[in-house]
């Protein structure tokens, strides 16, 4: 069983308030759908709809009217005094085609439910200059049909010689006009193609998204490094005097160490007086004398590594602070950031390193404390301190209104501790906090035995604990503690450790807590503890969403998975084998309806894929190793068939001709890892440009070395294209929140 999860804070419980509900991202962005359109704004959408969607219809729709027209006009059979006007007719006759080709496109784009575009106006409007040249060629160029247009003209000037023709003089008045229309309205038409040419461009289109995106839509921010410097991209792309003015949440972690520079290159784009939640995982300053503090006046959330560095950043400490989660370097600073919030404090989460010298120091202030608004607090004490059950009561007695208490003592206890009794504990809660609602704890115990272990597990097993409050109390055998459960309990399961099956309490708890399982198929005796023999009226894992397998998948084994593994939630399926278990393997694989992510070593993997009869359009995730080599091409082939849509493939690198296989026919990839031996040559990105479909700008690639000396070619694809798209995503979707998710390519 462990404790918190890695991305979590000791001193913190998962800070929802400050972050999207699920962030794996390394640039999160979530626009504010609160913010009102400007009514510039409503203008400029209607005008860019307008220009995309309904003036190339409209363009469309008049030129082939004019077509038609043209041809109704050359179906009168009207002469001239001394001629016809034969070449006049041909020259309209000749749309005839043309509207027939235009009418069999609106219908294919009627069929396809697609809209026309400026390409296709284009298209037409040579295809209409193409007939016009063609006629002009079997015309003389125009010597016979232009010298009809001028008799034409000298009979419309012509009195005496008008009231003589067999057509009314409106019909020779519209041939004339229609026969200078015809020769003109192609060059009329390039032209105004040529005026709207940026809407068809990229770097228009550009343009139009940064004004449809407004930087003030984004309110909530979550920073993280990757390979491909997605941090710095981002940063940069708010350029030309932006800010992101409505930003409200700020969230670095861990994988950014936050000092002087990277402080004043963000305070160029963020108000930081307009932050109210800020969630900083690690700062540290070279210098603690800083030329320029800043003012974070409406900060009501703060989470941070260090309370000493964070302080070399203010101006003055932040006095509307409701929820505050930090590490504490010293106890002063603990004063100094509680006491002028004290009031308004809702959540309280302290972290610091601390010695029996200095307990008292640290317990003295809590006495004055005045907690009017506190309901959540968090404890985490380091260091070798003799914390004493009174000393906790003094801590928490003031604080009345707790609803929600979780403490973390990292000092092994010994097992006489009242801090370990379950019945001080009944006694000074049922008391002292009678709005308590949630209490969890951590307490580490020094090494004794099951039996002692069994005589402080009943002191908590009483009708108040387990009805009233429904706490459950467990001992962690891996880490030697006392736990709460299940927000303490163990996310993960391996048959390959030793679990302490009899001291389990709550084995219901304990299964449902597991999101994922890791199974060694050859420690068959372990893996029988696991799935019990008695039968289940329903799965035991009933969260799993990773699931690994190693060893030889018999057909018993797949149904005692499927009996006590509820695989409808398994999203990741890992396994690796040296043994064929293909007809297992393929049973297990059918049960699994919601997989996203396979990670397969195994020699048989293109037996195994043979089986499959069905695509598998939901998997988007492929790692392949340990193949037979020499099956790679018919390997390829089939995944290339039963998978798709993959936007992630991991496998080993064999030559260019393979990789351009890959590339070719796995059209959705965003990313491609392939690991490289020793004596291998990566392809450079001139060849993949040379050689595949991506442009130069649309790919980035490059080549990783490892500490064990491995090293990995990532291909990360459409990566200007991502960056753009994504970062402006929610252009179109103002009242509603969207995610921009920039994914780690490289760990």
Known sequence: MSSLSPNQPLYADPIIV??????????????????????????????????????????????????????????????????????????????????????????????QKKSPTYSHIRLMAYSYFYIIIYHAFIDGWFLFSGYQIYEVRKALNNATLLASLPCTESYYRQVFGVMIAHYVSPVFILIILCCLLPCMSETFSRFTDKVMDRPEQIVRLKFGKTAFNLFDRFISSISNGQRLNCLCSLWIDDTIVIDELLISRLASIINYENLISIR??????????????????????????????????????????????????????????????????????????????????????????????????????????????????????????????????????????????GIQWRSFLSKALIFLKTFNFKFSIQPTSEQEIYMILDRFKSQWWLKDKQWFVEYDAHQNALIIVPYFASKTFDNSQSYSFDLMQNPKIFYSNINTLSIDLEKDDDFKQILMSQPINQPRFNHVTKLSLNGYLTTDICDAIRNDVNLSMIQYFQFSSNVGTNEAFIELLESITNLSSIHLQYLHSLDLFNLILFPYHSLRHLVIFDYEPTTKKKLYSRICKLFPRLTHLTTDYHSRRNLRYLLKKLIHLEEITLRLSQDQHAPSQSWITQYTRWRRDSFELRVFKSANGERRLVLWINTNKNMEERRHSFKKMFHTITDIKLHSVYN
């Open 18 to 111: 400050l972050s999207p509900p699920t962030i794996n991202s390394s640039v999160n962005t979530v626009g504010n759908r609160n913010l009102p359109k400007t009514r510039l704004h409503y203008i400029w959408e209607r005008f860019i709809k307008f220009l995309n969607y309904i003036l190339p219809s409209f363009i469309i729709f008049v030129l082939l009217v004019f077509t038609i027209y043209q041809i109704v006009l050359a179906g009168y059979n009207c002469r001239l005094p001394d001629t016809d006007i034969g070449w006049i007719r041909a020259a309209l006759f000749m749309n005839i085609p043309f509207v027939l080709g235009v009418l069999c496109y609106i219908v294919f784009l009627l069929v």
């Open 280 to 421: 900083f995982d690690q700062i540290r300053f070279n210098n603690h004398l800083l030329l320029t503090k800043y003012s974070f006046k409406s900060l009501t959330h703060l989470v941070t590594s260090s309370s000493g560095e964070f302080r070399t950043l203010l101006q003055v400490i932040p006095i509307q602070l409701t929820f505050l989660h930090m590490y504490f370097d010293s106890i002063n600073d603990i004063d100094e950031f509680i006491r002028p919030n004290m009031h308004k404090l809702r959540s309280l989460g302290i972290g610091i390193r601390c010695d029996s010298f200095y307990i008292n120091q640290f317990i003295l202030p809590f006495k004055n404390y005045q907690w009017t608004q506190l309901i959540q607090f968090n404890l985490n004490i380091n260091g070798d301190v003799n914390l004493r059950f009174h000393m906790l009561q003094e801590i928490l007695s003031p604080m009345y209104h707790l609803k929600y208490i979780t403490l973390i003592l990292n000092k092994a206890l010994r097992v006489n501790d009242n801090i370990l009794n």
